[in-house]
């Protein structure tokens, strides 16, 4: 589990550092980050594991009774999120087993998903990719 959190730790630093050298982003809402993307993240960030030899991850989604909705990743028993803090009290990273918050939280949590960023299509897709480069070229 060191490896994952290293990792998720390693991309959302990339993706702070990274932010003055975003492309125009049109479909992706990351001006806000993390408020608002936590599903494109979670797509980034399961191809970057695959990319670290983690594994494939799947994507989960929650939402609450306000309609408020949420995004993060899980594989094995461990759920990733790097955009929990967008919630008051919660860390930047939590790669954890313990479920508990997440599907309170969000209790009509959903998945697995297995969206990759290949599988994007059109100009959301081009848009991801370019993302994604950028973001790369930060990692540390």
Request: aromatic share 12%; glycine share 8%; hydrophobic share 35%.
């Amino acid at each position: 589990m060191d490896d994952v959190c290293s990792a998720a730790e390693r991309f959302r630093h990339g993706i702070e550092a990274s932010r003055d050298g975003w492309p125009d982003l049109v479909y992706l809402p990351f001006k806000s980050f993390p408020a608002g993307t936590c599903w494109p993240t979670t797509v980034l960030l399961a191809d970057y594991f695959a990319q670290c030899g983690l594994g494939r991850w799947d994507q989960y989604r929650g939402a609450r009774t306000d309609r408020q909705t949420h995004a993060w990743l899980e594989r094995d028993g461990v759920l990733v999120d790097i955009t929990a803090d967008q919630f008051p009290g919660r860390d930047p990273v939590i790669v954890t087993r313990d479920r508990s918050w997440h599907h309170t939280v969000f209790p009509s949590a959903q998945g697995p998903e297995a969206v990759r960023l290949a599988d994007i299509g059109n100009e959301p897709g081009e848009e991801a990719r370019a993302l994604y480069a950028v973001i790369c070229r930060y990692l540390r």
